[in-house]
T-cell receptor
Framework: DADVTQTPRNRITKTGKRIMLECSQT?????MYWYRQDPGLGLRLIYY???????NKGEISDGYSVSRQAQAKFSLSLESAIPNQTALYFC?????????????????FGPGTRLTVL | DQQVKQNSPSLSVQEGRISILNCDYT??????FLWYKKYPAEGPTFLIS?????DKNEDGRFTVFLNKSAKHLSLHIVPSQPGDSAVYFC???????????FGEGTQLTVNP
């Protein structure tokens, strides 16, 4: 069973539509993240949450919003999708790494959602 | 401002030889560095990490070297195998528990 799951895995939508990407985890981690991957740009952080009542903006939060419904669930919304939001989206989770522990704050990624905005 | 840079988008090596993937960073506050591997249609998976108090960490065929004065780290894979063909991401964080900053990734191809 996958520890971090994302739905849907693929989505094609039109400009202006509202889209929600879901992430669920069974790892019991408090921390959850949303990234997008674009060719030549690597992984860029959109939003992150360190617990249910905590939401923080990442590098590229404009045009996105998130909701942390429970420890295990973190959803990403595009209120009005635009073509340059076409990308591969990843959810990740982590637990607080203890100083000196290896690996340090390892993040566990879901399989990704490929989103195309026409 | 790209704080973590992987200047080689791609690297091709022969099976059995050494693969060396490079990563440079600009933020002197980064204390921990991680390498992730990503296969197509899968999420990135953790490979190996290193703390700034060390200059080398080894795990089987994978070794990461850190040169703090040059703000440079490298991942060595010896011997390289076709199954190592993937995109490799370098990532850095300022302290344990903080957010990760990723590089652009390097596509490694290991030819049989």
């Amino acid at each position: 069973d996958a520890d971090v799951t994302q739905t849907p895995r693929n989505r094609i939508t039109k400009t202006g539509k509202r889209i929600m990407l879901e992430c669920s985890q069974t790892k019991g981690h408090d921390r959850m993240y949303w990234y997008r991957q674009d060719p030549g740009l690597g992984l860029r952080l959109i939003y992150y949450s360190f617990d249910v009542k905590d939401i923080n903006k990442g590098e590229i939060s404009d045009g996105y919003s998130v909701s942390r419904q429970a420890q295990a669930k973190f959803s990403l919304s595009l209120e009005s999708a635009i073509p340059n939001q076409t990308a591969l989206y990843f959810c990740a989770t982590s637990d607080l790494g203890l100083a000196g522990a290896v690996p340090l704050n390892e993040q566990f990624f879901g399989p990704g959602t490929r989103l195309t905005v026409l | 401002d790209q704080q973590v840079k992987q200047n080689s988008p791609s690297l091709s090596v022969q099976e059995g030889r050494i693969s060396i993937l490079n990563c440079d960073y600009t933020n002197s506050m980064f204390d921990y560095f991680l390498w992730y591997k990503k296969y197509p249609a899968e999420g990135p998976t953790f490979l190996i990490s290193i703390s700034s108090i060390k200059d080398k960490n080894e795990d089987g065929r994978f070794t990461v070297f850190l040169n703090k004065s040059a703000k440079h780290l490298s991942l060595h894979i010896v011997p390289s195998q076709p199954g190592d063909s993937a995109v490799y991401f370098c990532a850095a964080q300022a302290f344990s528990g903080s957010r990760l900053t990723f590089g652009e990734g390097t596509q490694l191809t290991v030819n049989p």
